[in-house]
Protein backbone atom coordinates (compact mmCIF):
# COMPACT_ATOMS: atom_id res chain seq x y z
CA UNK A 1 0.00 0.00 0.00
CA UNK A 2 1.50 3.87 -1.13
CA UNK A 3 2.06 5.76 2.01
CA UNK A 4 -0.39 8.74 1.23
CA UNK A 5 0.30 12.35 3.13
CA UNK A 6 -2.58 13.00 5.83
CA UNK A 7 -2.95 16.07 7.63
CA UNK A 8 -1.96 14.20 10.80
CA UNK A 9 -1.35 14.73 14.89
CA UNK A 10 2.39 13.33 16.06
CA UNK A 11 2.67 12.12 19.39
CA UNK A 12 5.66 14.09 20.85
CA UNK A 13 7.49 10.89 23.13
CA UNK A 14 6.86 8.14 19.77
CA UNK A 15 5.83 9.54 16.87
CA UNK A 16 2.69 7.85 16.86
CA UNK A 17 0.43 9.13 14.04
CA UNK A 18 -3.23 10.37 14.80
CA UNK A 19 -5.95 11.79 12.38
CA UNK A 20 -7.61 14.86 13.98
CA UNK A 21 -10.91 13.20 13.99
CA UNK A 22 -8.83 10.52 16.29
CA UNK A 23 -8.56 13.16 19.26
CA UNK A 24 -10.64 16.22 18.24
CA UNK A 25 -14.66 15.77 19.23
CA UNK A 26 -15.92 17.75 15.90
CA UNK A 27 -18.98 19.18 17.96
CA UNK A 28 -16.53 20.57 20.35
CA UNK A 29 -13.84 21.69 18.12
CA UNK A 30 -15.89 23.56 15.36
CA UNK A 31 -18.25 24.98 19.18
CA UNK A 32 -22.12 25.32 19.08
CA UNK A 33 -22.19 28.70 18.85
CA UNK A 34 -26.19 30.22 19.24
CA UNK A 35 -28.08 33.32 18.43
CA UNK A 36 -25.03 35.50 16.27
CA UNK A 37 -25.64 39.04 16.92
CA UNK A 38 -23.92 41.14 13.99
CA UNK A 39 -23.16 44.94 13.53
CA UNK A 40 -24.64 46.81 10.48
CA UNK A 41 -21.04 45.69 8.56
CA UNK A 42 -21.90 42.17 9.13
CA UNK A 43 -19.14 41.86 12.09
CA UNK A 44 -19.86 39.55 14.58
CA UNK A 45 -19.91 41.65 17.80
CA UNK A 46 -21.14 38.12 20.55
CA UNK A 47 -22.72 35.31 20.04
CA UNK A 48 -24.60 32.67 22.80
CA UNK A 49 -23.44 29.11 23.47
CA UNK A 50 -19.77 27.94 22.81
CA UNK A 51 -16.57 28.79 21.31
CA UNK A 52 -14.54 26.74 19.13
CA UNK A 53 -12.37 24.43 21.51
CA UNK A 54 -8.85 24.04 20.04
CA UNK A 55 -7.31 22.38 22.70
CA UNK A 56 -7.20 18.82 23.85
CA UNK A 57 -5.77 16.42 25.89
CA UNK A 58 -4.60 13.03 24.90
CA UNK A 59 -3.26 9.91 26.04
CA UNK A 60 -0.97 8.32 23.76
CA UNK A 61 -2.29 4.77 22.81
CA UNK A 62 1.10 3.39 21.80
CA UNK A 63 3.26 4.49 24.99
CA UNK A 64 0.78 6.03 27.56
CA UNK A 65 2.13 9.75 27.41
CA UNK A 66 -0.03 12.32 27.98
CA UNK A 67 0.31 15.06 25.69
CA UNK A 68 -1.71 18.20 24.83
CA UNK A 69 -2.77 19.23 21.37
CA UNK A 70 -3.28 23.04 20.13
CA UNK A 71 -5.03 23.41 16.55
CA UNK A 72 -3.91 26.43 14.27
CA UNK A 73 -6.18 26.64 12.02
CA UNK A 74 -7.08 29.49 9.68
CA UNK A 75 -9.90 29.97 6.86
CA UNK A 76 -9.15 31.37 3.42
CA UNK A 77 -11.49 32.67 0.98
CA UNK A 78 -12.04 34.21 -2.66
CA UNK A 79 -15.01 34.40 -4.79
CA UNK A 80 -16.46 31.78 -7.11
CA UNK A 81 -16.60 33.66 -10.38
CA UNK A 82 -18.43 30.70 -11.84
CA UNK A 83 -21.18 31.55 -9.52
CA UNK A 84 -20.97 35.46 -8.65
CA UNK A 85 -24.32 36.78 -10.17
CA UNK A 86 -23.90 39.90 -8.43
CA UNK A 87 -21.30 40.86 -11.49
CA UNK A 88 -22.41 41.46 -15.05
CA UNK A 89 -22.74 38.54 -17.46
CA UNK A 90 -20.82 38.90 -20.35
CA UNK A 91 -20.64 36.09 -23.35
CA UNK A 92 -17.50 35.44 -25.12
CA UNK A 93 -17.49 35.47 -28.96
CA UNK A 94 -14.62 34.32 -31.32
CA UNK A 95 -12.68 37.73 -31.84
CA UNK A 96 -14.22 38.88 -35.35
CA UNK A 97 -13.00 38.45 -39.06
CA UNK A 98 -11.75 40.79 -41.21
CA UNK A 99 -12.60 40.94 -44.84
CA UNK A 100 -10.08 42.35 -47.29
CA UNK A 101 -11.03 44.92 -49.36
CA UNK A 102 -10.89 42.90 -52.77
CA UNK A 103 -13.08 40.13 -50.75
CA UNK A 104 -14.75 39.37 -54.17
CA UNK A 105 -11.87 38.55 -55.53
CA UNK A 106 -11.73 35.61 -53.10
CA UNK A 107 -15.02 34.69 -53.51
CA UNK A 108 -14.24 34.43 -57.19
CA UNK A 109 -11.21 32.41 -55.99
CA UNK A 110 -12.44 30.00 -54.00
CA UNK A 111 -15.54 29.10 -56.19
CA UNK A 112 -12.76 28.22 -59.26
CA UNK A 113 -10.89 25.60 -56.47
CA UNK A 114 -14.72 23.85 -55.51
CA UNK A 115 -15.11 23.66 -59.53
ZN1 LIG B 1 3.30 7.99 22.12
Redesign the pocket.
Known amino acids: MRKQKFNTIK?P????EYLPAEIYVPFAFFGKPKRIVRDIDQSILDHEGSNMDLKERYI??????T?DVIANISFKTRVNEKYNFAKDYQTKIKPSITMPENWWWFLKFEKLILK
Open positions: CQCGRCDSCNTF
